[in-house]
């Protein structure tokens, strides 16, 4: 139930939808002063969200950018993909990546740097409609396509959000009888909660975030007044995060 109304209530991390829903509720109110306060608020939604120095600020205080671990070579890694970034055209076979997609093309680097490093690929299907391929069985048989041996690679492809990221990935390394220190992969806006996550299953991790949703090139004089559609649409990602983290505080994820 929880999985299922996580997806439901998507709409509500688009600032854009809370402005539509305050004019539509404005344009049903009679008293004059409150259906003009609403537009207003609805108004300084809008701008407040489009700004981009704004969420230039704020992401920049909320990733942690940290620099790529620097692994021993008398010590093998196994080295945790969250998945998320691909999906299958189940009529041709492609993958199609995303550009989540750093996680995996930042996490080959550290798999080579020695020969007895193993990748876990953690994700199943997200999708709540219909049944399709989980995200780790077709990236398996691509990473085998590029000449990276199976036996280096684990599979877990029944999670289905960052929670069930960590706790089968614990029943992994368990059953692998593996030691329970990993390097964890994925996005930085997400490692906060990724990182609760794994530690929530007594998982030591050295932390790998990729993919920063934040610019890394200056601002320019217009991003500070000038309002832009892309910024709008780019808080869903920390919102949908802020409110992942709630809800897994309030269950006890993490």
């Known amino acids: 139930m929880f999985f299922i109304l996580s997806k439901i209530l998507s709409f509500l991390i688009y600032p854009f939808n809370w402005s539509l829903l305050l004019f539509i509720t404005a344009h049903f109110i009679k008293r004059k002063r409150l259906r003009k306060s609403l537009r207003i608020i609805a108004l300084v939604n809008l701008v407040f969200f489009s700004n981009t120095a704004i969420y230039q600020s704020v992401t920049s205080g909320w990733e942690q950018l940290y620099s790529t671990p620097q692994l021993t070579n008398n010590q093998s890694y196994n080295i945790v993909v969250l998945g998320g970034y691909s999906s299958l055209n189940e009529e041709n076979g492609q993958i199609c990546f995303n550009q989540a997609a750093d996680r995996i093309l930042q996490a080959l680097p550290l798999f080579y740097q020695n020969d007895s490093n193993q990748l876990i690929l953690s994700g199943g299907s997200a999708n709540i409609y219909f049944d399709e391929t989980p995200e780790s069985d077709y990236l398996l048989k691509y990473l085998q396509s590029i000449q990276i041996p199976e036996e280096r690679i684990l599979v877990e492809s029944k999670s289905r959000n960052t929670y069930e990221n960590a706790l ?29 996550c794994f530690e929530k299953q007594k998982i030591n991790i050295i932390p790998y975030p990729t993919q920063p949703i934040r610019s890394l090139t200056p601002l320019k004089p217009t991003d500070y007044f000038l309002p832009s559609l892309r910024t709008l649409d780019s808080w869903s990602i920390l919102i949908k995060e802020w409110m992942g983290i709630g809800v897994y505080k309030l269950r006890s994820y993490i």
């Open 168 to 196: 089968y990935t614990s029943e992994l390394l368990n059953k692998q009888n593996q030691q329970k220190s990993v390097v964890l992969v994925t996005s930085a806006f997400h490692m906060f909660r990724a990182k609760a």
